[in-house]
């Protein structure tokens, strides 16, 4: 094994380090939501010592996750496709980029993937083109299906790279990394293989005979003769140094992580509530200790004691700081979309339509500045495209970045339709049921579930007064 190759599988550029990988790991995780967003990654435990694994065992069985992040990127997505883009001058022998250019997909499914995925973490999109050993036309290409195809290569999957003064790359590295499960009498082994794509080649660099440190690499060079790396680069705000604006959806991540740990404080604090401890002054009654006392526990101390037997109770008001945090953290994701929240704006609805609202220039310029990046990596789409012709080409493809009041009305309206549920009404009915069930667990006689019919059936009051209801319940 040479120097050289062991560079090669070493290398890793600084804006993959493991900070910025956790954060992008966490982005796309809160997109994706369900069984990728578990506590074992994104549930805070307190010192050890202060809260025993037993306890936070607990709060990982009950924790849930509320997605925001999915319906509020879908919804500005949506925006920004409500105009499909301009594509006239897109020459004709690319028309099939239009009805497959990934895994089937067209260009519109495409880019709108690609419009989610970049506003969570960076991309590159590879354009590559099968193998053709002897001269072809653009007609034997199409009719044979041999066109050039986009390959996404996520955040983890990117090596190192290297880019000149104009933003132009000069090579990348990419993680082809797969599980070889191809011969059946085997076992499935991890094939580890980087490939390094140059503005007129790519190399691809293969471990084999691996054991400790030591292996043997194999290579595989292809010339494509572009004359330019085939790499789109997306996402990568870090790069562009005359811009320091961040993706909003990464902010709203971050947001979303907190109102997951805050409510699960929230559920410990009703479990507290509820289960009370007895401390009994030397050794408690067998009456008391053998048939139990609800949901009270007893804790013995020596009986010399002066102080009396007393209950020991967390009380529901404790939960009113975690309700204010998370109405903070609420107006946070507003304010990263360019908008204040309905209670500090005090907006008026008239059968469900929007009455008046505050258009915010943020908001503009969030749509502007995805828009404006998914029309450049869609015109470099094109670019490589074309180049595997030996055609250069400008399409000026064309995004929509005129939206009127009423983009925006619909934008905000979605926005406040997310939040008119969660955390408030349902947030706060939840917590009731949740009330409910470790009162009358042990009391075989009350119906829980026409309980939570009940709660469900009743109308919430507003949220400023919720631990004095809370403390009614």
Same mark, same amino acid.
């Given at each position: 094994m040479?120097a050289?190759?062991k560079?090669?599988?070493t290398?890793?550029?600084?804006?993959?380090?493991?900070?910025?990988e956790?954060l992008?790991e966490l982005?796309?995780d809160?997109?994706l939501?369900?069984?990728?967003?578990?506590?074992d990654?994104?549930?805070i435990?307190?010192?050890?010592?202060?809260?025993?694994?037993?306890?936070f065992?607990?709060?990982?069985?009950?924790?849930?996750?509320?997605?925001y992040?999915?319906?509020?990127?879908?919804?500005?997505?949506?925006?920004?496709y409500?105009k499909?883009p301009d594509?006239?001058k897109?020459?004709?022998?690319?028309?099939?980029?239009?009805?497959?250019?990934y895994?089937k997909?067209?260009?519109?499914l495409?880019?709108q993937?690609?419009?989610?995925?970049?506003?969570?973490?960076p991309?590159a999109?590879?354009?590559?083109?099968?193998r053709?050993t002897?001269?072809?036309?653009?007609?034997?290409?199409?009719?044979k299906?041999l066109?050039p195809?986009?390959?996404?290569?996520?955040y983890?999957?990117?090596?190192?790279?290297?880019?000149d003064?104009?933003?132009?790359?000069q090579?990348?590295l990419?993680d082809?990394?797969?599980i070889?499960?191809?011969?059946?009498?085997?076992?499935s082994t991890?094939?580890?293989?980087?490939?390094?794509?140059?503005?007129?080649e790519?190399i691809t660099f293969?471990?084999?005979?691996?054991?400790?440190?030591?292996?043997?690499?194999?290579t595989?060079?292809i010339?494509?003769?572009l004359?330019v790396?085939?790499?789109?680069l997306?996402?990568?705000?870090?790069?562009?140094t005359?811009?320091?604006?961040?993706?909003?959806?990464q902010n709203?991540?971050?947001?979303?992580r907190?109102i997951?740990?805050i409510?699960s404080?929230?559920?410990?604090?009703?479990?507290?509530?509820?289960?009370?401890?007895?401390?009994?002054?030397?050794q408690?009654?067998d009456?008391?200790?053998?048939?139990g006392?609800?949901?009270?526990g007893?804790?013995?101390?020596?009986?010399d004691?002066s102080n009396?037997?007393?209950f020991?109770?967390?009380?529901l008001?404790d !939960?009113? +700081?975690? &309700?204010i945090?998370?109405?903070?953290? *609420?107006?946070?994701?507003?304010?990263? %979309?360019?908008?204040?929240?309905?209670?500090s704006?005090?907006i008026?609805y008239d059968?469900?339509k929007?009455k008046a609202?505050e258009?915010?220039l943020k908001t503009?310029?969030?749509?502007n500045?995805?828009?404006?990046?998914?029309e450049?990596?869609?015109?470099?789409?094109?670019?490589?495209?074309?180049l595997?012709e030996q055609?250069t !080409?400008? +399409?000026? &493809?064309?995004?929509?970045k005129?939206y *009127?009041?009423?983009?925006?009305?619909? %934008?905000k309206?979605?926005?406040?339709?997310?939040?008119?549920?969660y955390?408030?009404?349902?947030?706060?009915?939840?917590i009731a049921?949740?009330?409910a069930?470790l009162?009358?667990?042990e009391?075989?006689?009350?119906?829980?579930?026409?309980i939570?019919?009940?709660i469900?059936?009743?109308a919430?009051?507003?949220?400023s007064?919720?631990?004095?209801?809370m403390e009614?319940?």
């Amino acid at each position: 094994m040479s120097a050289d190759y062991k560079v090669i599988f070493t290398r890793r550029n600084s804006l993959f380090s493991m900070e910025k990988e956790a954060l992008y790991e966490l982005c796309k995780d809160s997109y994706l939501g369900g069984d990728s967003y578990s506590p074992d990654k994104y549930l805070i435990r307190n010192n050890e010592n202060i809260e025993p694994t037993d306890i936070f065992s607990y709060r990982s069985d009950l924790v849930s996750y509320t997605n925001y992040v999915e319906p509020l990127l879908n919804i500005v997505v949506g925006l920004i496709y409500n105009k499909l883009p301009d594509r006239t001058k897109v020459p004709d022998y690319l028309d099939y980029i239009n009805k497959s250019i990934y895994k089937k997909k067209p260009i519109d499914l495409f880019m709108q993937n690609v419009a989610i995925q970049s506003q969570l973490y960076p991309l590159a999109i590879l354009i590559d083109s099968p193998r053709i050993t002897l001269p072809i036309t653009i007609a034997e290409r199409q009719a044979k299906n041999l066109n050039p195809y986009a390959v996404i290569y996520k955040y983890n999957e990117i090596r190192d790279f290297s880019v000149d003064t104009f933003g132009n790359l000069q090579w990348i590295l990419l993680d082809n990394t797969y599980i070889d499960n191809s011969n059946p009498l085997t076992k499935s082994t991890i094939q580890v293989s980087y490939t390094l794509w140059t503005t007129e080649e790519a190399i691809t660099f293969t471990k084999v005979n691996e054991s400790n440190s030591n292996y043997e690499v194999s290579t595989d060079k292809i010339e494509h003769g572009l004359g330019v790396v085939p790499v789109v680069l997306c996402g990568f705000n870090q790069l562009d140094t005359d811009s320091l604006q961040s993706s909003p959806f990464q902010n709203i991540s971050l947001s979303s992580r907190k109102i997951y740990n805050i409510g699960s404080m929230i559920d410990s604090a009703l479990f507290n509530a509820t289960f009370q401890l007895l401390v009994w002054p030397g050794q408690a009654p067998d009456n008391i200790v053998t048939k139990g006392y609800g949901t009270v526990g007893i804790a013995e101390f020596a009986i010399d004691a002066s102080n009396a037997p007393q209950f020991i109770k967390q009380g529901l008001e404790d !939960i009113a +700081p975690y &309700i204010i945090e998370i109405k903070r953290q *609420t107006q946070d994701i507003y304010h990263q %979309l360019g908008f204040k929240d309905p209670e500090s704006e005090n907006i008026q609805y008239d059968s469900g339509k929007l009455k008046a609202i505050e258009f915010s220039l943020k908001t503009k310029n969030i749509l502007n500045n995805i828009a404006t990046e998914l029309e450049h990596t869609e015109n470099e789409i094109y670019k490589i495209a074309a180049l595997y012709e030996q055609q250069t !080409i400008d +399409p000026e &493809i064309k995004y929509n970045k005129d939206y *009127t009041d009423k983009d925006l009305s619909i %934008l905000k309206a979605q926005l406040d339709a997310t939040f008119r549920t969660y955390p408030y009404n349902m947030f706060r009915r939840e917590i009731a049921k949740k009330v409910a069930k470790l009162t009358f667990k042990e009391d075989k006689d009350v119906d829980i579930k026409s309980i939570e019919q009940d709660i469900d059936n009743t109308a919430i009051e507003e949220v400023s007064i919720i631990t004095e209801n809370m403390e009614q319940v």
